[in-house]
Each structure stands twice: as C-alpha cells, then as structure tokens.
C-alpha cells in the first residue's frame, strides 16, 4: 500500500519540542520533495517547512526545521520553542515533480494527518 504515515505528535507545554516524523510506505521517499502543512482549527491550510530531493529546505517558522533520513525512507519535523498557536493538524506531503509550496493544490501523497496541541 502506497502511503504515508506521520508519528510523533501530541500534547507538550508551551516552550517545549517535538519531531515530527512521515515515513512512507511502498515507495522510496528519495525520490520525492516533501512538504510539511498544518491547519489550525477555523482556519486554513497552511505550509509550514519543506525540502527539496536535494536536501534544501526551507521552514516558515525558524523554530522548525525539516530533514530527510533516505535511508530510513523518512522525513522528519523538528519543532522547536512551541507556542500554543502551533496547536494544529500536521499533514506530510510528498510529490516526485515539483516542491510542495501551495496547500490548495494537488500532489502525489498526503499523510493522514496528526494532531499537535500546544497548552499548558
């Protein structure tokens, strides 16, 4: 099955870290840009990091910083400094053509989402 699969959310303190973790499944992530987006609730999708095949990457909060483990076949979301206005939904985001900048458009494969709740 062709998927993706985020882990590592959940509840942590204002101020505190996570990792985010997307692994995929039946395919090899090498090949493909990966974006991370969130969407907070009442609001909409936003993008939040993203890496091209290469290994550049570029991150909307400079508290986030996003990686690629190939061999692993995963991409990861380090969050760093967390404040309750990062308490969202976190979807992983992969396409083999171009990188992932726009949530409103199509791509390949998108995880299924995981909750973040940033509160004391």
């Known amino acids: 099955q062709l998927q993706l699969v985020e882990s590592g959310g959940g509840l942590v303190q204002p101020g505190g870290s996570l990792r985010l973790s997307c692994a995929a499944s039946g395919f090899s992530l090498e090949d493909y840009a990966i974006a991370w987006f969130r969407q907070a609730p009442g609001k909409e999708r936003e993008a939040v990091s993203r890496?091209?095949?290469?290994g550049r990457s570029y991150s909307v909060e400079g508290r986030f910083t996003i990686s690629r483990d190939n061999a692993k076949n995963t991409v990861f979301l380090q969050m760093n400094g967390l404040k309750p206005e990062d308490t969202a939904v976190y979807y992983c985001?992969?396409?083999?053509?171009?990188?992932?900048?726009?949530?409103?458009?199509?791509?390949?494969?998108w995880g299924q989402g995981i909750q973040v709740t940033v509160s004391s």
């Open positions: 985001v992969a396409d083999h053509k171009r990188l992932p900048i726009s949530p409103k458009l199509q791509y390949d494969y």
């Open positions: 890496i091209t095949i290469s």
